[in-house]
C-alpha cells in the first residue's frame, strides 16, 4: 500500500476511535437528580428517589429486574414498591440471602412523625412481582404484580 493511502487509513482509524469511545460513555448529567440511591444485584435493582414537599420529603421505589444477556443489561421489568412510598422516607437499602434467594433489607423512616426506623423485607418473584413484610413482624405486604 502506498504511504499516503495507509496514512490515510489511520486517519480514519484515528477520528473513529473516540466516537466508539463517546458512545459508551455513561452520561452522569441524564441522571434524574432526585435519585437517592441504588441497590443492585445480579438480575435485580431497586431505584429510590427523593421527592419533596416544603413540609417534608418522602420515597418513591421501584423494583426493576434486569437481562444480563448481552454486554450491558436490559431492563425485562419495572414495578413500584408501595409499600416504599408516601408516607416513608428510605434510609438505606441492601441486598441479602434468605434460603437461597436474594432478599432487599429496607430501612424506613416516616417522611413526618416522630416513629422509630423499621426493616421492610423485599423478595422479588416472577418479573414484574414482589412480597414484602415487616422484619420486625407485623401485617405482611401484599403481592404485587407490576409492567
Known sequence: MAPHLRALGYAWLLMLVPLAGSAEDPKPGA???????????GTH????????????CWSQSYLQWLEQTSPEPIVK???PVTELGYGSFV????WTLARDE????????????EQPERTRIVIPREAGGYVTRWKEGGAA????GGS
Do not use: W
Open 31 to 41: 441522571v434524574d437528580a432526585r435519585l437517592y440511591t441504588v441497590a443492585s444485584r
Open 91 to 94: 434510609t438505606s437499602a441492601r
Open 102 to 113: 436474594p432478599q432487599l433489607e429496607v430501612r424506613v423512616a416516616p417522611s413526618h412523625g
Open 77 to 79: 421489568a419495572t414495578t
Open 141 to 144: 405486604g401484599r403481592a404485587a
Open 45 to 56: 435493582r431497586l431505584l429510590v428517589y427523593r421527592i419533596c414537599s416544603p413540609e417534608h
